[in-house]
Structure formats: structure tokens, C-alpha cells
């Protein structure tokens, strides 16, 4: 299947604070869209529902695959912001890329 991107608005923010990022996340993108349940991790917890992957030195990038999220009803605890009935569950939506250590702060997501 392939998959669609789409971007959080907080993706902005987190290419204004990385300019020189930009080349290589889109090509990490790319690379998510091809098989992105065997590339990211599941997270656990008050992130279950988002998936991880390593992304640059010591950077992550933080995802949601529609498809998963609709069938497992995540969506409530995802809290994405983005109408599911209006998008294709083929969609992939990323949410963040940053810095490892506050990649996982929980307080980002409750902003998003």
C-alpha cells in the first residue's frame, strides 16, 4: 500500500529550530512512507499510539499511522487534531522531529 504524508503544524516549528535538517528528514519521510509499521517503534504508555524512529544524531521523528489508529481506536488518546473522517486511513501524519530527550516529553503532545 502506499502511504500519504501529512504534516502537524508543530512540524513547523520544528524546522525553524533545525533548518539544516530539512533535506534529510524529507528524505527519512520518504523512506517511513515506503513500510512505515516495520520502521517505527510503537510507544508505550501516555504515547501509546505514536510510533518513533531514529532520525539524524540523537534526533527522533514522532508519527501516527491513521489505518492503525482508526482500527485500534486510538484516537482519543492521539488526540492528533486531525478530523479522521476527512482523511484516508493510508495517510501517515508526523507529528514532531527533535531532540531524543524531548522527543518523549508528554507535554508537547497535549499541545498538539
Same mark, same amino acid.
Given at each position: 500500500?502506499? &502511504?500519504?504524508?501529512? &504534516? =502537524?503544524?508543530?512540524?513547523?516549528?520544528?524546522?525553524?529550530?533545525?533548518? =539544516?535538517?530539512?533535506? !534529510?528528514?524529507?528524505?527519512? $519521510?520518504?523512506?517511513?512512507?515506503?513500510?512505515?509499521? +516495520?520502521?517505527?517503534?510503537?510507544?508505550?504508555? +501516555?504515547?501509546?499510539?505514536?510510533?518513533? /524512529?531514529?532520525?539524524?544524531?540523537?534526533?527522533?521523528?514522532? &508519527?501516527? /499511522?491513521?489505518?492503525?489508529? $482508526? !482500527?485500534? *481506536?486510538? *484516537?482519543?488518546? +492521539?488526540?492528533?487534531? /486531525? #478530523?479522521?473522517? +476527512?482523511?484516508?486511513? #493510508?495517510?501517515? /501524519?508526523?507529528?514532531?522531529?527533535?531532540? =531524543?530527550?524531548?522527543? &518523549?516529553?508528554?507535554?508537547?503532545?497535549?499541545?498538539?
Amino acid at each position: 500500500m502506499e &502511504y500519504l504524508a501529512k &504534516y =502537524h503544524p508543530k512540524i513547523k516549528d520544528c524546522l525553524k529550530k533545525y533548518p =539544516h535538517l530539512k533535506k !534529510r528528514l524529507e528524505k527519512k $519521510i520518504n523512506y517511513i512512507l515506503k513500510d512505515p509499521f +516495520n520502521l517505527g517503534e510503537p510507544l508505550k504508555y +501516555n504515547l501509546k499510539g505514536l510510533r518513533s /524512529i531514529p532520525f539524524a544524531k540523537n534526533f527522533l521523528i514522532i &508519527y501516527i /499511522i491513521c489505518e492503525e489508529c $482508526i !482500527r485500534l *481506536q486510538y *484516537q482519543e488518546i +492521539n488526540k492528533c487534531g /486531525i #478530523n479522521c473522517s +476527512n482523511i484516508p486511513e #493510508n495517510t501517515v /501524519i508526523f507529528l514532531y522531529f527533535g531532540c =531524543h530527550d524531548s522527543a &518523549y516529553d508528554t507535554s508537547i503532545y497535549k499541545k498538539i
